[in-house]
C-alpha cells in the first residue's frame, strides 16, 4: 500500500491509555496523526514499519513532526495510545475472519497482514474483528 502521506482518520473503540509519554521523535521523522507508531532499537518514535528492531506502541494522537538531526521531545507530550483502531490490510497476506484473535503484523504505517509477506514479522497487535469494508481492528498494545 506505501506509508501514510497525509493525516489518517483512524478509527478506534475500546479502552485507551497513553503510552510512550517521554520517548522522543527520532531524528528527521514525520509521523501522521492516526498513524500505527512504533518505537526503534533507541527507543525513539517511529512510524511503523516492516523494519528490523521496531516495537509497535500505539496510534498517533497527533501529526509529530521533527525535522532536525536528533531526536527531540514529543510537544505536547502524550502523542501516542494503546487500545483498539481500524487499520487496513492489503494484498496475498490480508487478514480474513479466520485471523481474529491471532496475532496481526505490519507491512506499513496503516495496513497490517498476516506473516505470509512480512520480512521481518513485526508483531503489530492482535486481531479484535473485522468491518464489513474490510477493515480490520487491531488491539495495539492493551
Known amino acids: 500500500m506505501g506509508a501514510l502521506g497525509t493525516d489518517r482518520n483512524t478509527l478506534r473503540k475500546g479502552i485507551d491509555r497513553i503510552v510512550c509519554d517521554n520517548a522522543l521523535i527520532a531524528a528527521n521523522t514525520t509521523i501522521f496523526n492516526g498513524a ?6 533507541a527507543g525513539d518514535l517511529v512510524p511503523a514499519s516492516d523494519t528490523a528492531g521496531l516495537t509497535v506502541q500505539g496510534r498517533a ?6 525535522t532536525t538531526g536528533a531526536p527531540v521531545a514529543i ?15 492489503s494484498g496475498g497476506s ?8 491471532q496475532n496481526c503484523f505490519i507491512l506499513d504505517d496503516h495496513t497490517v497482514v498476516r506473516t505470509g509477506g512480512t520480512v ?3 508483531v503489530c497487535g492482535v486481531v479484535d474483528s473485522i468491518d464489513s469494508d474490510g477493515g480490520v481492528w487491531v488491539k495495539i498494545n492493551y
Not at 500505527?36 to 532499537?41: D, E, F, G, K
Not at 510537544?75 to 490490510?89: C, L, N, R
Not at 490480508?94 to 484473535?101: E, W
Open 75 to 89: 510537544d505536547p507530550p502524550s502523542g501516542v495510545e494503546a487500545g483498539v483502531f481500524k487499520y487496513d490490510t
Open 94 to 101: 490480508a487478514i480474513t475472519k479466520a485471523d481474529v484473535g
Open 36 to 41: 500505527i507508531v512504533a518505537t526503534n532499537a
Open 120 to 122: 521481518h514479522a513485526i
Open 61 to 66: 494522537r497527533q501529526a509529530m513532526k521533527n
